[in-house]
């Protein structure tokens, strides 16, 4: 952290940033929960004093409950954006440089008031923070609702990258009409769908579904996202398309080198460019991705490419001689009420992911077939 954040928590666990952190940005009382971009730390708008209380909140079936989990999976998703794409990582480097230097001159001020949280202390931080940094933080903020030549922003880049890879992520075996049914439904404001709805009216259904959320990749590792993304689209709507359900991220790729004029890459190739830019959370997340990977981590889906799930199985027999413990730890549960009013698609998913996905993880693992221990989490 820098000196003016390790100067307020040095007196122990009654830093209170997310009080610090509102004298420089009060988000609106209607927000559920938001990522700090400052210190990467995902804050609920709800009151939670223990323990037993996050379990109520995690494990409710009342719709404000199901709202925050979906928050936290939403914010999680935001959480890997700055971490991983070269541009969200270098703003979020900026903003925690430009924060530091706002709270710096603060420090006694900060100091008093973890000794003594008293409302009036904050107010005093509030009004004290230098005009010039507060308009430096409030113009580097403004960056992520800068719009491209189609209305689309890096906020709104941001959101709907999230949203969709969410339900991606949460309905396994979705088709194209069905995640436009979804997102018709479950989209939260305009901002969660707006550039989905721009490349699904300029590359057509089936296209958006199989590639949007590599485009947007690509374009939040440009140095300017939203001109990035009105370029890719753009490039993309002229180009030769590959067949009808034929995947082929080679032809977004090949785009994306053409059409955008500055791509900066990704957060590690933004890091090696100029290792004095730093963040003390994004910085070490990346650190560990890179590290996972080095020691051929891989991301496997049975139900995209079960052939994935064979080579793994057999490296693993390969490298260990044997597997003797399966461990499913995925997981899901889509509905929340009476098992008679469950949807039929919602019921197939959860049987899918929760009890077939190990059985077909078993399969092709010749020394798991007689003694070894299935678990699932």
């Known amino acids: 952290m820098s000196d003016a954040t390790s100067a307020a928590g040095a007196n122990g666990s009654a830093f209170r940033w997310k009080d610090l952190l509102w004298t420089l940005q009060v988000p609106s009382p209607d927000v559920l929960g938001w990522t700090d971009p400052i210190s990467g730390v995902l804050f609920l708008n709800v009151e939670v004093k223990d323990a037993q209380r996050w379990q109520e909140v995690g494990a409710g079936d009342d719709p404000a409950a199901r709202a925050y989990r979906q928050t936290i999976s939403h914010e999680t998703l935001h959480f890997l954006q700055y971490a991983t794409t070269g541009y969200m990582y ?10 530091g230097q706002a709270l710096k001159p603060l420090r006694p001020l900060m100091s008093a008031y973890v000794d003594d949280p ?15 940094h507060r308009a430096a933080l409030g113009a ?3 960056l992520l609702d800068r719009r491209g030549p189609n209305g689309i922003s890096v906020r709104h880049l941001l959101e709907a990258h999230a949203f969709i ?4 992520q949460h309905w396994q075996g979705l088709a194209a009409h069905t995640l436009c049914e979804l997102v018709g439904k479950e989209a939260p404001d305009l901002a969660s769908r707006l550039a989905y709805d721009l490349v699904r009216a300029r590359l057509g259904e089936a296209r958006a579904f199989d590639y949007f959320l590599l485009i947007v990749s690509f374009a939040l590792c440009a140095d300017d996202p939203p001109l990035a993304f009105d370029e890719l689209v753009d490039a993309l709507a002229r180009s030769h398309p590959p067949a009808q359900g034929a995947v082929d991220p080679d032809w977004v790729r090949a785009a994306a080198q053409d059409a955008i004029g500055t791509l900066i890459g990704s957060s590690g190739q933004v890091r090696d460019a ?7 959370v994004y910085s070490k997340a990346l650190a560990a991705l ?14 995209t490419d079960p052939g994935q799930v064979t080579e793994a199985v057999r490296a693993g027999e390969e490298r260990f001689g044997a597997v003797d413990v399966l461990v499913n730890n995925a997981g899901t549960n889509p509905y929340f009420g009476p098992v008679m009013d469950i949807d039929e698609v919602v019921a197939a998913k959860t049987m899918r992911l929760n009890q077939f996905a190990p059985v077909m993880w078993s399969l092709p693992t010749p020394s798991f077939r007689s003694g ?3 678990a699932s989490l």
């Open 140 to 142: 580097h903020l403004e």
């Open 118 to 132: 008293d409302p009036r202390r904050l107010l005093a931080i509030q009004a004290a923070v230098d005009a010039g």
């Open 274 to 280: 100029n290792p004095a830019m730093h963040h003390p």
């Open 90 to 99: 270098r703003w979020a480097c900026e903003h925690y440089r430009l924060v």
């Open 290 to 303: 890179d590290a996972a990977f080095d020691r051929d981590w891989k991301l496997l889906d049975y139900f």
């Open 372 to 374: 070894k221990l299935l």
């Open 165 to 168: 890879a969410e339900l991606k």
